[in-house]
């Protein structure tokens, strides 16, 4: 066979595994929200489709394609259509520079364990993510209904709020590291030196301001229910409205990926290597604690979301701009200041 | 083999293959019954009041004004940042002065208002009569 078909296969293989493991591991956050929701409440939550209702998602996928897909006269139609698919494909495609394990050696061959190794990885990530805002404004507008004008509008102005706070406590990371590259800054944490131990106020800002990018409780304004009816997507149904749906939580599972690459250590397992496994077992333990890393952020998101209750507009916009932006700040100057006073 | 930007490349057409998988097999087996009714705008039940696209709030525009000003400074950060250790003392004096510029418009931003969002002042009905009198 030809290097390119092999590399080619390898590289689609690689892909494909990934994104089933990703949209299972959405799927089930859903069905963990319903249920640790119903327990947060006293209550039993879905538990009658399989052993402890555990085939929900995929009765919850029928159904909702077995709706009728229905679009309003008024609405634009094209773009109706084509937010839902910004949104999904945005929120899947930010995983592909994730890394998700060091290195496997499979069939003689050495594996990264990383689908794309851009050395922009973390630009990448803010980028796709500020992209994700357009599915969701696009839906809005399109709609033509008030409620969907609202709930983008607000989306909107409460994402580019937040991104600011979030580029700025990322940037004290790449100071300490001199890399945009997310493997060499997982690579630098190791042992006991994961980013949240260094960069504890960066780690702060950043998940509040991952909270509001993903517009989770407590910054869940652009679908209020009591305001809003259903917000951004009031005016979907069908598969439409899933794809929404699973790009919301899509946009959990890889908040909590990136949150868990920059600050949690990513693969690492501290003081793995003084265990003496072999090499194939070691690797397999770092994919297996970064997928447990990254169940924990989901759990915290969903637990988040059924302690807080919702801010107020103007609450959300002090927060963002005149709390988290200068601590942010504060925190690069204090970092910058660290590594050219130590140097 | 493959640059890496082929790599997300390939990626992104899986995605893009996965919603158009779920849109046309969801678009072939979905039932259609077209009513009426059904293809009106969503407003509590109600016929829609006036026009959709109304002119919104003005601190949307302006909040996204500020954003833009602020990202792009945030643009400049990122370089520094990578080259920062290299550097060393005078990339650190260099970005205070740059920082300082940014902190002054974000005070400037703070205290002309444009940071201030209305906050509700509800009216709580009053009482002009004490119904229930303690003590006595």
Redesign the interface.
């Known amino acids: 066979m030809p290097?390119?078909l092999i590399?080619?296969i390898i590289?689609?293989v690689k892909?494909?595994i990934v994104?089933v493991v990703l949209?299972t591991a959405v799927a089930y956050s859903v069905y963990a929200e319903r249920r640790l929701s119903a327990f947060i409440q006293n209550r039993l939550g879905p538990n009658r489709v399989g052993p402890q209702g555990l085939f929900q998602p995929l009765v919850d996928v029928i159904k909702?394609?077995?709706?009728?897909?229905?679009?309003?006269?008024?609405?634009n139609k094209f773009i109706h259509?084509l937010a839902?698919?910004i949104s999904?494909?945005v929120a899947?495609?930010t995983?592909?520079?994730i890394p998700f394990g060091d290195k496997i050696i499979l069939f003689d061959r050495e594996i990264k364990l990383q689908?794309?190794?851009?050395?922009i990885g973390v630009?990448?990530i803010l980028a796709l993510l500020s992209l994700g805002v357009y599915g969701i404004t696009l839906s809005g507008?399109s709609?033509?209904?008030?409620?969907s004008?609202l709930g983008g509008?607000r989306a909107?102005?409460q994402m580019?709020?937040y991104?600011?706070a979030m580029?700025?406590s990322v940037?004290g990371i790449?100071?300490a590291n001199?890399?945009?590259e997310l493997d060499t800054i997982v690579a630098n944490q190791f042992g006991w030196k994961w980013n949240i131990i260094l960069q504890p106020l960066g780690f702060l800002t950043f998940l509040v301001s991952s909270f509001a990018e993903t517009n989770r409780t407590p910054f869940d304004l652009p679908e209020a229910e009591q305001e809003l009816?259903g917000g951004y997507h009031?005016?979907y149904s069908?598969?439409?409205f899933?794809?929404f749906f699973l790009a919301e939580y899509a946009n959990v599972v890889v908040a909590s990926a990136f949150i868990t690459t920059l600050f949690l250590g990513g693969w690492q397992f501290p003081y793995l290597q003084n265990f003496g496994l072999p090499a194939f077992w070691v690797s397999i333990i770092q994919v297996l604690t970064f997928c447990a890393k990254v169940f924990f952020m989901v759990i915290f998101f969903i637990w988040v979301r059924w302690t807080i209750p919702r801010f107020?507009?103007?609450q959300l916009?002090?927060l963002g701009?005149?709390v988290m932006?200068?601590i942010a700040?504060v925190n690069?100057?204090i970092t910058?200041?660290f590594?050219?006073l130590t140097? | 083999?493959?640059s890496?930007?082929g790599?997300?490349l390939?990626?992104?057409i899986?995605?893009?293959g996965?919603?158009?998988i779920?849109?046309v097999?969801?678009?072939i087996?979905?039932?259609?019954?077209p009513t009426k009714g059904?293809?009106?705008?969503?407003?509590?039940g109600e016929d829609?009041v006036g026009e959709?696209?109304?002119k919104?709030n003005i601190?949307?525009y302006i909040?996204?004004l500020i954003?833009i000003i602020?990202?792009v400074e945030?643009v400049f950060?990122?370089p520094w940042?990578?080259?920062?250790?290299?550097i060393?003392?005078l990339a650190?004096i260099e970005?205070?002065a740059f920082?300082l510029v940014?902190?002054v418009g974000?005070v400037y931003v703070?205290a002309k208002g444009d940071?201030?969002?209305?906050?509700?002042q509800p009216e709580i009905p009053k009482l002009d009569r004490e119904i229930f009198k303690a003590g006595n």
Do not use: H
């Open positions: 290097e390119w590399s080619l590289t689609s892909i494909l994104e949209l909702l394609v077995l709706k009728e897909d229905i679009v309003p006269d008024s609405a259509s839902p698919g999904v494909a899947l495609s995983f592909a520079v689908i794309a190794d851009v050395n630009l990448y507008w709609s033509n209904n008030k409620y004008l509008l909107s102005a580019i709020s991104e600011l580029g700025i940037l790449i100071l001199g890399t945009l009816v009031t005016e069908s598969m439409k899933a794809l107020r507009y103007d916009m002090n701009w005149k932006l200068p700040l690069l100057v910058a200041a590594l050219v140097k | 083999m493959y890496d930007y790599q997300v390939i990626f992104l899986f995605a893009l996965f919603v158009a779920a849109l097999s969801a678009w087996v979905s039932p259609k019954r059904k293809y009106t705008t969503y407003e509590c829609t959709t696209w109304v919104f601190r949307f909040t996204a954003f602020f990202d945030i950060l990122f940042a990578v080259v920062f250790k290299e060393g003392m650190f970005m205070a920082l940014l902190i974000l703070w940071l201030q969002w209305d906050k509700p």
